[in-house]
């Protein structure tokens, strides 16, 4: 699995506030903004994120988290997006902002429905679209190690640490090439497990993992 498709497994897992943080420094890296507002859509405009650095206070930035594995959560994304480009509208024609609307979104789409939600935009509200989705976020953050190191915070990822660096990659990479994102925990924990025992030499008593490997041991009996 490449290391693109292991970002977006980890995006694609993310709940709203927490793909906020990832929306926030993606932001923050990729344009240098610093003065970014979570506002939820509570304000008239009805937007998600607010950006208050020069020359930005009338750029539109919405947001979502919102599923669309199959049609019926594809219809209910679209509709989504067509609220919002509603708004960007009417935000445009009465209260003065952009036609620029900037789309967050935590899970894939295929290039084909980026196209044809642009042109719909465009054609039909007059609003420039971009939508910025996993996989755009996850080849452009191929170079960002905040949000790399972030996705892995929130995933639980960075509880699962040993002196070999290698070690630690060939876990994770393991752990997202045989499972879903929603089965992390229990996952790292059965790599951590498999690799342990494959490199151990000798028979080791459960006692004997404990004393070695606390943290790891109290997350796997846990679970049994």
């Known amino acids: 699995m490449s290391k693109t498709q292991n970002l977006i497994n980890l995006l694609e897992a993310l709940e709203k506030k927490e793909f906020d943080k990832i929306v926030k420094i993606y932001l923050a890296k990729e344009f240098n903004f610093k003065k970014i507002v979570f506002t939820d859509g509570k304000d008239d405009t009805g937007l998600d994120i607010r950006v ?20 019926h959560q594809m219809n209910g994304l679209i509709k989504k997006i067509l609220e919002d480009l509603e708004k960007a509208k009417n935000n445009h024609e009465k209260y003065g902002f952009d036609n620029k609307l900037f789309f967050f979104y935590s899970k894939e789409l295929t290039n084909k429905r980026i196209r044809e939600l642009e042109k719909i935009a465009f054609k039909d509200y007059g609003i420039n679209l971009e939508i910025i989705e996993a996989n755009r976020i996850a080849e452009e953050s191929d170079n960002i190690i905040e949000i ?19 070690f630690e990659n060939n876990l994770l990479y393991d752990l997202l090439s045989f499972g879903r994102p929603t089965e992390f925990k229990t996952q790292v924990i059965d790599s951590f497990m498999l690799q342990f025992f494959y490199k151990s030499d000798e028979n080791i008593s459960k006692d004997e993992l404990k004393a070695e490997h606390p943290p790891i041991c109290r997350a796997v009996f846990s679970l049994n």
């Open 148 to 166: 790399q190191s972030e996705l892995y915070q929130l995933n639980g990822l960075d509880k699962f640490k040993v002196e070999d660096s290698s």
């Open 52 to 71: 208050f650095d020069f020359g930005q206070k009338k750029v539109q930035y919405q947001l979502t988290v919102q599923k669309s594995a199959n049609s």
